[in-house]
């Protein structure tokens, strides 16, 4: 039976345990007093409460208010001018940039999962959906975009999210996002798609089930390829798009499951239990709530 997140908990976490660097890896120091942060935290009624527009001179003031707040969800966003502030909306402030991020979610493939078990269970056998998306989405970045500075990070519960660090990346307007993400994600499994983007998904394809696609007959070829457009990447489109979106800070802990959101080393390899739990890292005894080490 998974213990309770309180305050208490996250609180020593973020005071013992969590490491600004993820954070640093994905958005870097410069200008870091100019971003945006979103929390939710607990208030004294005991009501969840949303806040926004807030932005730390330091890492280390943004660490300190994470541990004394005991958040429960951190998120990152955009870069303005002046720096966000709890009195000035970012609707008001100057817009210098945010990268630019893809969000795959196997929630949006509930109606495709074939393991039975529920558009809540995570498995194997499902989770293979957002791998095979995130290397696609990845692959198309790199070679039909030209981005090179992608890191991958495991949202803590059901998702993954592609952060493109690429500095050009960084400035593009939501038309320019929002042609990207239909190119990789079109609205409609009927949409044409490149030559370039078809042989990519049919080259995922057949490793993925070691097959050689030149011995198939036309019949099954075209059963085949039904079933590689229904599977193409779905991605949150609005999450792309919208450059003002914030997104969970890497290292920070997922207030639904208490797992870490991660940076991923490899994202063919990974797999959601490979993300510690807070109580995990604390070392807590489930059983009674205490700290073991």
């Avoid at 208030?43 to 958040?71: A, W, Y």
């Avoid at 990845?138 to 952060?163: N, P, Q």
Wanted: proline share 4%; hydrophobic share 40%.
């Amino acid at each position: 039976m998974q213990s309770k997140l309180t305050r208490e908990i996250l609180s020593e976490y973020y005071r013992r345990k969590f490491s600004i660097e993820p954070l640093l890896k994905v958005i870097g120091i410069e200008k870091f007093n100019h971003r945006e942060f979103g929390f939710s935290v607990m208030r004294e009624d005991g009501q969840e409460h949303f806040i926004r527009n807030l932005s730390f001179e330091t890492p280390f003031e943004l660490k300190k208010f994470m541990s004394e707040k005991g958040v429960l969800a951190a998120y990152v966003g955009a870069l303005f001018d002046p720096p966000p502030s709890p009195n000035t909306s970012i609707t008001r402030l100057r817009w210098l940039g945010r990268e630019l991020v893809f969000d795959i979610d196997l929630t949006d493939y509930d109606d495709i999962r074939r393991c039975g078990k529920g558009k809540n269970h995570v498995c194997p056998i499902c989770w293979r959906f957002v791998v095979d998306a995130a290397l696609i989405v990845d692959e198309t970045l790199r070679e039909d975009f030209g981005f090179s500075k992608i890191i991958w990070v495991f949202s803590g519960r059901r998702g993954v999210h592609a952060w493109v660090l690429d500095k050009e990346a960084r400035t593009l307007s939501e038309e320019a996002r929002e042609a990207i993400a239909i190119y990789i994600s079109p609205d409609s499994i009927e949409e044409p798609l490149t030559y370039r983007y078809q042989m990519r998904l049919l080259r995922r394809y057949a490793q993925r089930n070691n097959i050689i696609l030149k011995n198939l007959g036309k019949k099954e070829f075209r059963k085949i390829w039904r079933r590689i457009r229904q599977e193409i990447p779905r991605i949150d489109k609005k999450v792309t798009i919208d450059h003002v979106r914030l997104l969970r800070v890497p290292g920070s802990v997922h207030n639904a499951t208490g797992r870490i959101v991660t940076i991923i080393k490899d994202i063919q390899e990974f797999y959601v239990d490979d993300a510690p739990t807070v109580w995990e890292i604390l070392g807590i005894d489930k059983r009674e709530d205490t700290i073991l080490a």
